[in-house]
């Protein structure tokens, strides 16, 4: 949050069936303080007005019932109850009636109410994971609010709804030891999918952090704290370097000048980041740790690894077939040309108009986008995240690697997306040459680059 911005207070909205169910299977308890405290960390200017739960919480914890037996929530209902008083907040009973869905729609209502009623009140706090609550949070941010998502676990809320938030936040990052208080009673935890494990999230956050400092720097500005970790909210709403296993931004910045991605120094009290030559393109064409190489090339089975390696990119793009080398370079082509002419545009609008240049059966507008979208993610294109339409419709702004590259990098991505979806598969080089349509060495060097 930027120092000179003052918002004068706020509203917390909990869906109380939603983080009684969640947190409960993950044996964590129902602590209402905790968010606060995470609140009062982010927001100097803390002033919540109007403080909320809805749903029906003896209905909820029933629920959680069939997932942690009877005898592990014996007093729930009480406990909860009493935390809602203790931190003043007023609970909505919404009891489910014939509608389960009672509690989201009494939620929403007041929002708008809110909204309109209290112009005072500039953020809106949710507490759940339900997607259901997209479109509120788009009204909302239409109507001016600032909206901070709070969702029970990294992993298990809808990417979409934490895009849609101007910020998010996980209930379960909350209790870092997945401690459980002495409330008169213990709730197991169950058996649940792992979060993303912390390396990952790490490289996530490196990537990140470099385009984050690419866009800072394109606007003619330097690259400091202040500007960085506001942006890297931006383009991922829930960013917490604590999910890293990470204290801050600049342990995170500290840690991509290890891995030779940027370099840090002190700037007085903030810190400052400036790219390494060859980084963005770097970080998106290859993984940031050294792979573990698949298992050794066979070339005895050069017939059936053509056959599986052109099946699996038809399936992995969704079309009906692979386009060849010679496909790839009229079509990179045209859209050299009309990316010149267009510019910025969002990547399926980029599609079509190629598509329609075109005019070809071999080139419809999905395999256009396809293809675009692959160098897209090969890092081929300037992009500005703010106006993205999703994660998988950028606006694009220009592209960042020479025409010459594009299938080059095109090649790359899909060799990367290949050994990340089928490690157990051989890479033989003379398949993949054949079915890209590309010089064996082209491969060699792709898969050289992208292992290290």
Aim: charged residues 25%.
């Amino acid at each position: 949050m930027t120092p000179d911005k003052k918002i004068e207070s706020m509203a917390l909205l909990i869906d109380i069936e939603n983080l009684i169910v969640g947190a409960g299977k993950l044996g964590l308890p129902i602590d209402i303080s905790r968010v606060f405290g995470k609140l009062r960390e982010e927001y100097s200017d803390l002033s919540i007005r109007v403080r909320r739960a809805y749903g029906d919480i003896y209905a909820a914890v029933k629920m959680l019932q069939r997932h942690v037996g009877e005898e592990n929530t014996k007093g729930l209902h009480a406990a909860i109850r009493a935390n809602l008083g203790e931190n003043l907040v007023q609970i909505a009973d919404t009891p489910y009636l014939k509608s389960k869905n009672s509690a989201d729609m009494w939620l929403a209502v007041d929002a708008l109410s809110l909204a309109h009623a209290m112009p005072g009140i500039q953020r809106f706090v949710i507490v759940s994971s339900d997607r259901d609550y997209i479109p509120l949070i788009l009204k909302l941010r239409e109507l001016g609010r600032e909206v901070v998502g709070f969702g029970i676990r990294s992993g298990d809320v809808n990417p979409l709804y934490v895009k849609a938030c101007d910020s998010f936040y996980y209930y379960s990052a909350l209790f870092p030891a997945k401690e459980t208080e002495a409330d008169e009673r213990e709730v197991i935890a169950l058996p649940v999918e792992e979060p993303e494990d912390t390396d990952s999230v790490r490289e996530t956050y490196m990537r990140l952090l470099v385009e984050a400092t690419r866009i800072v720097n394109q606007q003619g500005k330097p690259a400091n704290g202040g500007r960085l970790v506001p942006m890297m909210k931006q383009m991922r709403p829930d960013y917490d370097p604590t999910l890293a296993g990470l204290n801050s931004s600049r342990d995170l910045a500290k840690l991509a000048e290890q891995r030779g991605l940027v370099r840090c120094r002190a700037a007085g009290m903030d810190f400052e980041v400036t790219l390494v030559e060859g980084t963005a393109v770097a970080m998106e064409l290859g993984p940031l740790r050294v792979e573990r190489r698949p298992p050794p090339l066979d070339s005895s089975n050069l017939e059936s690894c053509v056959s599986a390696y052109r099946q699996f990119f038809r399936e992995k793009l969704a079309i009906e077939e692979f386009p060849d080398a010679h496909v790839r370079a009229e079509i990179f082509g045209v859209a050299e040309g009309v990316l010149a002419r267009v510019a910025p545009i969002h990547l399926d609008d980029l599609s079509r108009r190629i598509a329609d240049e075109i005019q070809a059966s071999y080139a419809p507008q999905k395999t256009v986008f396809k293809l675009l979208y692959g160098l897209y993610r090969g890092g081929a294109f300037s992009y500005d995240p703010s106006a993205a339409r999703s994660s998988y419709n950028p606006f694009v702004t220009g592209h960042v690697i020479d025409r010459s590259a594009w299938d080059e990098c095109f090649v790359r991505n899909s060799l990367r997306v290949l050994s990340k979806d089928k490690p157990d598969w051989p890479i033989v080089d003379l398949a993949l040459a054949e079915v890209m349509g590309v010089p064996t060495e082209q491969i060699k060097d792709a898969l050289e680059k992208l292992w290290g």
